[in-house]
């Protein structure tokens, strides 16, 4: 589809021509060409939206247009394309979004807000499109596909059915279905799947896969089923056998994760990628403001060996391809203009940006603001916690239940428990721990303990690397669920936050149960964020009072308030920089095991442990 079909393109074919002047034109410049390769010194006419014509220094026969703009011999780039980003995860909202990363030459995103979806369901998604239309950058949106990422293993905010999913996609704005999550029940051909999936087959939209370590006859089911690309490669062979099969892959680097490099060397020797592009997922506002957005990505692969304009064409031409933008991601006659000058060919802050003609950002400089009353477009969400109040709901009671084994404590009553625990008598009990990142690898590990009991409860003291981590249904079902963990890093106190994917529910690590209630209320007066304590005083909070997990703050104040959290919060961790380590603790559709509000999960099962007994 061309982005500017619906725009009468009669003048710009009179400009082209010489038949009427164009507004304006960039020379002494070098164009990047990412449909043939080169690099030369070329004159680029733009009339409105568009790219008039590309010519030879001195050689445009063209009227002189009514501006000539300088480049300094800087490069021409396109601007960038992001494939694949939750905005919420920035913890902006789409307007300050925008006014972040255009001074980092990206001009266009395909965005998937299922993390406000969680939260507040259609009408944050509706919202997210309506804040994003106060500013330029070209914005486009997913539908979200798994809402919630599994019904049977978590509860949230909210539920997308088949047909709430047909009204989003009736939205001009709305290109297609966004990361479809639930491969099990995709290559299980469960109804809820099938169903949504038939909502962007039937309009013959695009279906955003999320496939980490599916392989064999999984990997070929969940292509049958319809599935476009996916963003979750972990290793140079995944990489490689998806592109094999396909598939158009988003290679990433996120502030949660970063594989580019293993992913690059699986593809250092196929000679066709054009099934690759460049996306950064979850990436919070600090990273932005500091080190860039997609030009970081982009940065770091040419870091990593691959050549840079093939690194600027993944994040271009590629991405353009992948949607099909036909009008995006080169710089020829009859593409929209959107263009980086750059000093040079690496990734880092171009000095001026134009999106559809006009200049966006210099220096830096975003040249839009966002309307004053944007965020205000968000409704406030209630923080509810009432079943962490009841005494003993911060513990793990040691005590029988479902059959005579104990277990953790979940479940909407504060006295219940899974079964998950083979024996128990007076003295120990044999609980399930959880063990982060296990081995350092991307997953939680986990294992049967025997721990001590005392006074009905499993007793944690002694034991600095053991904490606990408690999921808490904020949205007022009453659920939650207390599991111990390994290898956290906490060391005192507790931490409490509610970005927290997909469902957002409200998470604490805590060594010391009181600590933990007051991080809990002090988040629940904010209406979400996050807050560290220790010894019943509040070390830092940051507060996200827009569905709990995004700022009404730019990005300056923003990256500033997260700086000065992740100093103060540092204070209860061996290590520092744990803003974003444990938001996917409670991630039900991630192997590895998992903790939900309703339970520990095995991830590569889809089931609960107890149901494992």
Same mark, same amino acid.
């Given at each position: ?388 109040? =009841?005494?003993?709901?911060? +513990?793990? !009671? $040691? /005590?029988?239940? &479902? ?120 988040? =629940?007066?904010?209406?979400? +964020?996050? !807050? $560290? /304590?220790?010894? &019943? ?77």
């Amino acid at each position: 589809m061309r982005i500017s079909s619906h725009a009468d393109r009669s003048r710009l074919v009179d400009a082209a021509a010489g038949r009427i002047p164009c507004d304006l034109r960039i020379v002494n410049c070098r164009l990047a060409n990412v449909i043939t390769g080169e690099v030369y010194p070329a004159e680029v006419s733009l009339f409105q939206q568009w790219i008039a014509s590309v010519d030879e220094p001195g050689s445009c026969a063209l009227p002189a247009p009514a501006q000539i703009f300088d480049a300094e011999g800087a490069y021409l780039i396109p601007g960038f394309i992001d494939t694949h980003i939750h905005v919420e995860s920035t913890m902006l909202t789409p307007s300050h979004f925008a006014e972040a990363v255009l001074p980092w030459g990206t001009t266009t995103v395909v965005t998937d807000p299922h993390e406000i979806a969680n939260v507040l369901g259609t009408e944050g998604v509706l919202h997210m499109a309506e804040d994003a239309s106060s500013m330029p950058l070209r914005h486009f949106i997913l539908a979200p596909s798994c809402v919630p990422a599994n019904p049977a293993l978590e509860t949230g905010g909210a539920v997308l059915t088949p047909q709430d999913i047909r009204l989003l996609l009736e939205h001009p704005n709305i290109l297609g279905l966004g990361e479809v999550m639930d491969f099990d029940g995709v290559c299980r051909n469960e109804p809820r799947m099938q169903e949504e999936l038939r909502c962007g087959l039937d309009k013959d939209l695009f279906l955003q896969g999320h496939a980490p370590r599916l392989e064999g006859p999984a990997l070929a089911s969940y292509l049958c089923a319809g599935i476009d690309s996916d963003h979750e490669c972990r290793s140079g062979e995944e990489c490689l056998n998806k592109l094999r099969l396909g598939m158009h892959v988003n290679l990433k680097s996120t502030s949660l994760s970063n594989h580019l490099a293993q992913t690059l060397e699986g593809i250092r020797d196929v000679p066709w990628r054009d099934r690759i592009s460049l996306c950064t997922d979850d990436v919070h506002a600090q990273t932005i403001l500091t080190r860039g957005h997609l030009n970081r990505v982009v940065g770091e692969a040419i870091g990593h060996g691959l050549p840079a304009l093939e690194a600027i064409r993944f994040a271009t031409l590629h991405a353009a391809r992948e949607y099909g933008f036909r009008d995006l991601g080169a710089i020829a006659p009859g593409f929209l203009a959107d263009i980086q000058l750059v000093r040079e060919l690496d990734g880092g802050q171009p000095e001026h940006v134009f999106l559809g003609g006009q200049l966006a950002a210099s220096h830096g400089q975003c040249l839009f603001s966002p309307p004053e009353q944007a965020a205000g477009l968000f409704p406030q969400v209630e923080i509810h916690m009432e079943q962490l109040r =009841r005494p003993g709901a911060l +513990g793990i !009671a $040691a /005590v029988t239940a &479902g059959g005579g084994v104990p277990g953790i404590s979940a479940g909407a009553d504060p006295d219940s428990a899974s079964g998950i625990a083979a024996e128990t008598d007076k003295d120990s009990a044999s609980i399930f721990v959880l063990l982060y990142k296990e081995n350092g690898g991307p997953f939680n590990g986990g294992r049967y303990e025997r721990l001590p009991v005392s006074q009905g409860f499993v007793d944690f003291s002694g034991d600095e690397d053991l904490c606990r981590m408690c999921v808490c249904n904020r949205y007022g079902s009453g659920e939650k669920a207390v599991a111990p963990m390994r290898g956290s890093g906490l060391l005192r106190g507790a931490y409490a936050f509610t970005v927290s994917h997909d469902s957002h529910n409200l998470v604490i690590l805590y060594h010391d149960e009181a600590d933990a209630l007051l991080a809990a209320e002090r988040i =629940r007066e904010m209406g979400g +964020g996050y !807050a $560290a /304590v220790c010894g &019943g005083k509040i070390l830092a909070d940051l507060a996200l009072p827009v569905g709990g997990i995004m700022s009404r703050h730019p990005v300056q104040k923003l990256a500033e308030e997260i700086h000065h959290f992740e100093q103060a919060a540092a204070e209860l961790f061996a290590f520092p920089g744990n803003l974003l380590r444990f938001a996917t603790s409670s991630l039900s559709v991630l192997p590895g095991y998992i903790l939900t509000d309703r339970g520990i999960v095995d991830g590569k099962l889809q089931k609960f442990v107890d149901e494992q007994q």
